[in-house]
Structures are given as C-alpha cells and as structure tokens.
C-alpha cells in the first residue's frame, strides 16, 4: 500500500540515504513582464535504493524539476545537493564532470544515434569518461546481455523495436554506474507491453541499494511499480506518496506492487486535474 | 569521441558524400580556373621567359607589352652596348608574319629574329635538329605546337617549305618553347632573315637584350642604360609583370576569371555549408544528449571540426585529383601548351577550400555551442 509521507513525516528520516535534496528551488523564465515562474521553491528529497516517480500534467514543471535536478539548468532561486554535493559548490566545468560520472539519463526519444551499433551507442558514456574503446564495448556488451540484448551487439538503432531501442538507452544510461538514474517520460513512445518491459528492467537492473531512479512519467499504466510517487501541480510538489515496504505486497515479482499500481484512486488523474 | 564523429559523420552517406562533392566542386572550380588563369598570364610572358640568357631588355619607352612593339633604331644596339656596366648586348626580333604552307594555306606566325653569332633567345629544348642548323640557306625552327598548326596530322620533321613575305623558308628543327598569348605558331631564325621575312619598314629592331656585366647591380645598369639612351631598360623580371598587368588592366581576362574563381568558392562554401549544416541539425538532438551526458562543448567543437576536416580533406583531395588529371590528359594538346598546375595554385586552393570548411562549420559550431541540453527532455 501506498502512504502519503505528509502523513508520516518519520518516513523520510527512515529511508535510506538521501541521493537528492531540492531546497527552495525556484525556475523563472523570461524578463520583466513576460518573466514566467515556472517552480514554486520546490522541496523535495529522493532517497538511494528506491525507483521514485515525478507525476503530473503536462506544464506543471516536472520536465523543469528534473532538468534542474540533473544539472541541465540552473535554478533561479534555491540549490539542490546530489549525493552531499551542493550544485552551488561546482563550478560549470566541475558540474559537466560531475554529470559525465555520476548521473545516467533515459530519454523518451531515446536520442540513440543512427549511425552507431548498439553496442557503440551503449559504450558512449564510457568514451565521454575517456576510458579506451576494446574496454568500453567490452562493458558494453555486458550490459546490452543484462537488458536481453545479447543478439542485438551490432545492430543499429533502425532496425530496432521502440522497446528494443529503450532498452538499448536504459544500457547506455547505466553502462558508467552513475549513482543517479534520469529518466524522462520513459515508456511514452512505446506500447503497453514494451512500457511494462523497460519498467521491469528499470526495476530490476537499475535499482540498486546506493542508486537513485526518478522517473518523470505521467502514464498512470506504470505507477504501480514506483516506491515513491510524487505528485506534481502548478509547479509546486503537491503531495509525497511513500509505498510501504513492509506490506506483504511491496516486492511483487512480477510487475512490483501490481495491485498499487493505482495509488491515487479508480481514477489516477483526479489529483492530477 | 572523434571515433564517434567520424561514425556520424560516415553513418548518413548521402550526406557524406553531398558534402564532398561540394567542397569536390568548390576545389574543382578554383583550382583549375586559376590554373588557367595563371597559365594564359604566363602566356602572355612566355617570349620573355624564354629568353634566360639576358637579364635586361631595352626597348622604346612606350612599349607596354611584348605584343605592341614600337621597333628602335639599327644603332641603338651600339649605344646600349657603350653603357658602362653592360656585359653585352645583341639585337633581338619579334614581330608577326605571315606564312603560306605549299598546299596555299595561310597561318599568322610569330617571327623571332636571333643574334647571328650568339643565338640569344634561342629555344632551349630541340625535338629535332639542331641550333646550328639556323645556318642552312632560308632554315627555320618551329615550335611543337606551331607545326601542328601549320601542318595539322603531321608527325613534326625536318625539310617542310613555306613562305613568308614571298622567301622560301625550310623546317631545320622542331623545338619545345612557350606557347605565346595567341595560337600563333613560333617561328625562329637568324636576325638579318627574320628582317626578311617581315614587313618592310623604316626601324625594325624590336629589342636590344643585355645582361649587366659581372658584380654590377641590374637594376641600376637599367637605370644607366635608360639615363644614357632614352630608352626604356627594364630587368627581365620587370618586363614580365609590365607585360602581365598590361593584360590584367587592358582585358577582361581576370574579370572573368575572377567571377569563375568567386563562383566556385561560393558554391563550394554554400553546398558544403548547406549539407553540413543540414547534418548538424538532424544531429542535434544526438548532440543535446552527447552534452546531457557529460560531453563538453570543447569536445563536441571538436567532433564537428573534425568532421568538417574530414569532408574538406577528401573533398580538397578529389578536386585536385580531377584538375591534376585534366592538366596530365591535355599536356600535349597543342593550344593548351603551358598550361599546368602550379603547386601555389594547389597551396592556394588549400587556404580557399579551408576557409570554405571553416565557413561551413562555423554555422554548425555555433547552433551546437548554443544548444541547452535540456533540449533532450522535450519531446518529438
């Protein structure tokens, strides 16, 4: 079962280590009378160890949050602190490093480029990290056999399945072990059964005791496999949902927590509205 | 990374190959238009560049050219030769004739008239006979392309006849000498029977061709031999960009070749810089996610100028090709004679096809530069 953390404010201080801390983040766009605040000094925690969900309708900040959070901007107002390190503290350059290491991104277009294999696509990171191309592909390799790709190593991203494709992004993102998985609207390209396959995988390979997954999604299909919901309006962090871990239910095998995977009610879009 | 840019770059093959083409195109254009440019230049100068042995030439001051002579005096020879710092000095001819070939036809020849006892401004390179045989009665030597022209089919040999100014005149050599401006065959011949083949007129000394006399400055021997005679003395080498610009004022040669010039480095930058760009914007979301995931925008400028080096390099390599291969399958064409690929005019295109890349990629470096990363996060 799912329970809302505003309920249980011991909830946060019992959770694993915090991998993310937003403090008062504020994002304004534009000048003067066209200027358009966009964040509300959102607070925000996610823990390592757990698959966090950012939901929403479409305009709330949810893309903005997680942009600033993943160092892609900068906040107007506020600072948000990865893993201890205070986003303040790093200067650009310490910033695209610290990103390049430790930050791994899905994207909903899984931007995979066309003209590199699969596995050249997943050992990327590693070339951006600078490690030589034999070990890169090497681990890469290994990871495309852990998302079941095994047969796909030199296949280009066209002749690929969306879901395929996803998971081939999914590879890529995890290939450096960043300590911070992004993923962005995650199954929106992809059919039902493809969705709940990168879900799985996400669930199964991705989370990992010192890691952290925020998934921006608003595709209630895949609620149910989040440990933490947290709901999204007007720019403002609306409500926290915590998923009890000591329910019986809490790790179903087969598509984890199936049962919750409509935390919000018959209608998952109602608090959304 | 750069094995990354070359896979993007070589993954979109019709991309890739639009992209050398234009630069191709572009190298093309320049490179063989300024070589013919620079060849029909040369042309223009080739009388003066064969004639190594003299360093000064004195002619009437109004001369501009080699082509429009206004001819001197007998004597001036004698003058030049007593101007203190002159080695020595000989009487040189060149003036038009025109000559008729035993079946009747007639062909506009340009006479040059040697020293008698020197030979001065004789070809250097025989193909068949030789210099001394000037001295036969009526012997004349014609150059490669000028026998072509004269007698078109044949193999170049030696006894043909024809005539000028109503002489008989017979083929003692063949030689290789540079092509003048005009498709005029070169026809040389000992001094006195080059003023026999010419036009009757009062003066008919074209040139007194000297050199300065060991240890002495050339210039300032010009400068003596035109304070002491009134004439113009001019260096070999002043004589050759005189004539040179005389045509590059006078003609719309470079006009013209200026606008071919221009327009194959416009269309090669704007082909180029077109496709590429195209590629970076197909690209760009690659490129948000490259940067997303740590890439910094020292290393993607990188990429693209890689990428751009690329193209410009085998594009730059297979213009060149094509000129080097037109100049190589027409180097024996007869009216096509002294014309070649500088090795300038190959460093020059070099500078020109890179500035074309520079221009190409200079677009795309910027849209990559400016691009937030963001961008990623946004859907289709």
């Known amino acids: ?67 600033i959070i993943a160092g892609l901007l900068d906040p107007t107002a506020g600072d948000v602190t990865l893993f201890g390190t205070p986003r303040s503290t790093l200067s650009e350059r310490e910033l695209i490093a610290y990103r390049a290491a430790n930050i791994g991104f899905v994207f909903q277009q899984y931007n995979l480029l066309p003209a590199l294999t699969a596995t050249a696509n997943v050992a990327i990171p590693l070339l951006i990290g600078r490690v030589d191309r034999k070990t890169a592909f090497a681990r890469a ?24 494709q996803q998971r081939v992004a999914i590879a890529r993102a995890l290939v450096h072990e960043p300590r911070l998985l992004v993923c962005d609207e995650p199954t929106a390209a992809l059919d039902a059964q493809s969705g709940q396959t990168v879900l799985e995988l996400l669930c199964r390979v991705a989370v990992q005791p010192d890691r952290a997954v925020i998934v921006v999604t608003h595709d209630n299909r895949i609620f149910g496999y989040g440990d933490r919901i947290m709901e999204m309006a007007d720019g403002r962090i609306q409500a926290v949902h915590q998923r009890d871990t000591t329910s019986p239910s809490g790790d179903a095998p087969d598509g984890p927590h199936a049962q919750d995977a409509d935390p919000f009610g018959a209608d998952p879009h109602s608090v959304l509205a | 990374m750069n094995w990354v840019a070359w896979q993007m770059l070589t993954g979109d093959r019709a991309k890739y190959w639009g992209t050398i083409f234009g ?11 300024t070589a013919l440019f620079v060849g029909l230049m040369r042309r223009t100068a080739s009388q003066i560049e064969g004639v190594r042995e003299a360093t000064i030439w004195v002619m009437d001051p109004e001369v501009q050219n080699t082509d429009e002579i206004r001819p001197l005096s007998d004597t001036d020879v004698y003058r030049v030769r007593g101007v203190e710092g002159v080695s020595w000095a000989v ?21 040059m008239g040697l020293d008698e006892t020197t030979m001065i401004g004789a070809p250097v390179e025989m193909l068949l006979g030789s210099l001394a045989d000037l001295a036969r009665p009526d012997g004349i030597i014609v150059d490669r392309s000028g026998f072509e022209y004269l007698w078109p089919g044949l193999e170049p040999q030696l006894g043909l006849e024809l005539e000028m100014n109503d002489r008989r005149a017979v083929v003692v050599g063949v030689c290789r000498a540079g092509a003048p401006f005009q498709t005029f065959p070169l026809v040389f011949t000992r001094y006195a029977r080059a003023l026999e083949y010419a036009p009757p007129e009062r003066n008919r000394l074209s040139f007194v061709l000297a050199r300065a006399a060991a240890g002495r400055d050339t210039a300032a021997v010009c400068q003596e031999i035109s304070t002491r005679t009134g004439l113009l003395a001019l260096s070999r080498d002043e004589f050759f960009w005189r004539t040179i610009q005389y045509y590059l004022r006078s003609t719309g040669i470079p006009v013209n070749f200026g606008i071919t010039i221009a327009l194959g480095f416009i269309v090669g930058t704007a082909i180029a810089g077109q496709t590429f760009y195209l590629f970076t914007l197909e690209n760009l979301r690659q490129f948000g996610a490259l940067k997303a995931m740590g890439l910094s925008n020292l290393r993607l400028v990188m990429m693209i100028l890689l990428q751009a080096g690329v193209v410009g390099s085998v594009g730059f390599g297979l213009g060149m090709g094509v000129t080097a291969g037109f100049f190589e399958a027409t180097k024996n064409v007869p009216h096509l004679t002294g014309f070649y690929l500088p090795w300038q005019v190959a460093l020059g295109t070099a500078g020109a096809v890179a500035l074309i890349v520079v221009l190409a990629s200079l677009v795309s470096v910027r849209r990559v530069l400016v691009l937030e990363p963001a961008i990623v996060f946004r859907g289709a």
């Open chain 1, 1 to 67: 079962m799912i329970t809302t953390l505003s309920e249980q404010p011991d909830a946060v201080a019992n959770a694993a280590g915090i991998a993310v801390r937003c403090d008062r983040v504020v994002k304004e766009f534009g000048e003067g009378e066209n200027r358009l605040r966009v964040l509300h000094e959102v607070d925000v925690e996610v823990p390592a160890g757990e698959l966090s969900l950012l939901v929403g309708p479409s305009g709330c900040g949810k893309t903005t949050l997680i942009s």
């Open chain 1, 141 to 164: 390799r290994e990871l495309l056999a852990q998302v079941g790709l095994s047969d796909k190593f030199n296949t280009f991203p066209a002749q690929l399945s969306g879901g395929q």
């Open chain 2, 23 to 33: 630069i191709a195109f572009g190298t093309l254009l320049i490179s063989q238009q």
């Open chain 2, 91 to 111: 009487r040189h001819y060149k003036g038009l004739a025109r000559a008729r070939v035993a079946d009747g036809r007639f062909r506009q020849v340009m006479l």
